[in-house]
Structures are given as structure tokens and as C-alpha cells.
């Protein structure tokens, strides 16, 4: 009887408005001396299922954390924001601040030095109370970006601890979690994240997409979030070993057109634009339409005046350190509708 008790009270319904208003006149009676906020009390309380006792401890926890934590130190949070590991971005007026954590960044840091993991959750801290005091009448929450520019692997000891600060200390300021742009390692940053984030998980692949999102322009974001150049509608980050190639080939019926657009995150890459054309279901030959050696940004179309494949084809090949580091990459591509083709 006592077990079935106790799963009846973990399967409570949620309060209705009145109720919780009531709850949270409830805490603020019980933190009279600190400074918390109604947003801060509701999302405790919310962590909590509305539960006002476990509440109330989850809560002194936290005071507790930020007395021995907060503030941090300027000269201790400058590094941390600077190297582009974490940042808050602010654009004002009534749009919800950003806060990023670029992987790439982090995946730099060594985590087995003493300390260091600390000093980066106490900068995530700093970040997050930053976005708050921005936060303008009206808005309570964040977008939270997952920034994979250029990562080819997780730092898996920092986001298990990045997702016990936030629940233990930042419960429901998530609006949106926002993994930009797709990463080759989706499924695993997906199942390291609780249940109740992977709710307000989304996927943006292109900067524009992600700058109609969350209300800033290109020029708010990092550069590195820039992606390609141009507007096109589908956007990959692709990861070319040491001396390696990458290839990525788009079918075509004759007269469409593909647009395409890439841009390397670090240093540079040796590129070609091939063709083949496609006959009674046999490929032919691939001719090469374009080769550019040592670049790092390009753009541009072909139209199929007969069926056949456009092939985008990159090769790690540039200057010494391919042959020991490999190359993070941003394709975009858009197929364009069948035009004319005036046969010659």
C-alpha cells in the first residue's frame, strides 16, 4: 500500500494557475532574506513537480552553491570567454538572450588538469546571470545554442557536468536548446541530454535559419557561426581526415540548376566541381568544371544540360599540418527548379 501511495504522489496532476500562484507566494515566504525572484521560485518549483517542500531544498541548495561560487572573478571568467568556449549574447529590446557553448572550443581544453572543470562551470554560471540580468520585463527564459562549428568530437566530461548545473541550478530557463549546425555526432549529444531538454531540443543546419530563430543578425553571432556565404536552404558540416577527401554529389535531371557554397572553419582546402553525365542508367566519366587550389570559400551553380551528377570534391591537402590535422567543412546546397536548355 505504502509503494502505491508513493507512485500516486510521483503522478500528482500539475496545479492549475491559482495553485501555483499559491505555491509560490508559499516559497517567497520561506526566502524572505535572499534576494529570488517569482521566475527563480516557479522553476524550482516546476523542477520539482510543484512540490513546495523538495522545492524549498533544492533551493537552499543553490543559495548555498552561489555563496561559495558567485561572483566570479573578471580575470578568471576573460580566458574562458575569450578562447569562444562559452558567451552570452545580448541584442536588447525584447528578444531572449543567447547563451552559447561552442564544442570545438571546449573539445581544446584539457579537462584532467585540476581545476579547470570548475572554472568552466562557474563561467557557465557567470554567463547565465548575465543572461538574466538582461532579460527584459516579460521574458524569463534563454535560447541555449549547442554550437558544433568545427567539433568532430564531444567533450563528454563537461556536458555531463554542464547538465547538472543547469537542472540543479537553472531549472526551466531553457526556451529552446538549439544544436547548430548538425553535427556528424547528433545521436550521442542527444542521449546525454535528460528527457525533460531533449523536449525543447530543435536543429537549425544554415545561419539564416538560425538567425530567423532566435531574432539576432549574422553580425550578433560569432564569426565562426557565419557558415557559407549565400541563402541557400540546407547546410552540413562535414569532417575531411588528414590527407583525406571528401565527396558529395547531387543528381540532376537536364535543366535543373544546384547552387552550391562552402566554407572551411580552420585553414584552407584543395577543391574541384566535376560532372558526369548519366545515360540509359549508366554514369559516365566525370570532367572536371572547376578546380581551385588552397581556398577556403566558395560559391557557385551549374545548370545539367543533360542528365547526370554535380560533384563537390575537397582534399585535405593543403600545407603541412594536413598531414596530421584534418579539416571541418560547411556545404550548402539548393536545387533549382528545370530551366530551358537550348540544345546546341
Not at 30 to 54: H, Y
Not at 251 to 266: N, P, R
Amino acid at each position: 500500500m505504502a509503494s502505491l501511495f508513493a507512485c500516486f504522489k510521483r503522478q500528482r496532476s500539475e496545479p492549475d494557475a491559482v495553485g501555483k500562484a499559491a505555491l509560490v507566494d508559499q516559497m517567497r515566504g520561506r526566502f524572505v532574506d535572499s534576494v529570488v525572484d517569482d521566475v527563480t521560485l516557479r522553476g524550482f518549483l516546476a523542477a520539482r513537480s510543484w512540490n513546495a517542500s523538495e522545492a524549498t531544498t533544492m533551493l537552499q541548495e543553490h543559495l548555498k552553491w552561489r555563496a561559495e561560487n558567485l561572483p566570479l572573478p573578471a580575470e578568471e571568467a576573460q580566458p574562458i570567454l575569450e578562447s569562444g568556449a562559452l558567451a552570452c549574447l545580448v541584442s536588447g529590446g525584447n528578444q531572449r538572450p543567447l547563451l552559447v557553448v561552442g564544442l570545438e572550443q571546449l573539445s581544446r581544453v584539457d579537462w584532467n588538469v585540476a581545476g579547470v572543470m570548475r572554472r568552466h562551470l562557474r563561467a557557465v554560471a557567470h554567463c547565465a546571470d548575465m543572461a538574466v540580468a538582461s532579460m527584459s520585463d516579460g521574458v524569463e527564459t534563454w535560447n541555449f545554442i549547442i554550437d558544433c562549428t568545427g567539433a568532430r568530437s564531444l567533450p563528454i566530461s563537461f556536458i555531463q557536468e554542464l547538465t547538472i548545473l543547469m537542472q540543479a541550478h537553472y531549472p526551466e530557463r531553457d526556451n529552446e536548446i538549439i544544436v547548430y549546425p548538425l553535427p556528424s555526432f547528433i545521436q550521442p549529444l542527444i542521449a546525454m541530454l535528460p528527457e525533460r531538454a531533449r523536449g525543447k531540443l530543435s536543429f537549425i543546419s544554415t545561419c539564416d535559419a538560425l538567425c530567423d530563430k532566435v531574432g539576432f543578425s549574422r553580425a550578433q553571432l560569432p564569426e565562426r557561426m557565419w557558415g557559407p556565404a549565400g541563402n541557400l536552404t540546407a547546410a552540413y558540416l562535414f569532417h575531411i581526415s588528414s590527407r583525406g577527401a571528401l565527396e558529395q554529389w547531387y543528381t540532376l535531371a537536364a535543366g535543373e540548376k544546384l547552387k552550391w557554397a562552402f566554407k572551411v572553419v580552420e585553414n584552407m582546402v584543395d577543391f574541384e566541381l566535376r560532372y558526369r553525365i548519366s545515360k540509359d542508367g549508366a554514369q559516365g566519366k566525370a570532367s572536371i568544371i572547376k578546380k581551385v587550389r588552397k581556398t577556403y570559400e566558395e560559391e557557385g551553380g551549374y545548370t545539367a544540360k543533360y542528365p547526370g551528377a554535380v560533384g563537390l570534391i575537397f582534399y585535405n591537402t593543403c600545407g603541412t599540418s594536413s598531414y596530421w590535422r584534418g579539416r571541418s567543412i560547411f556545404v550548402s546546397h539548393e536545387m533549382v527548379a528545370k530551366v530551358a536548355v537550348v540544345e546546341e
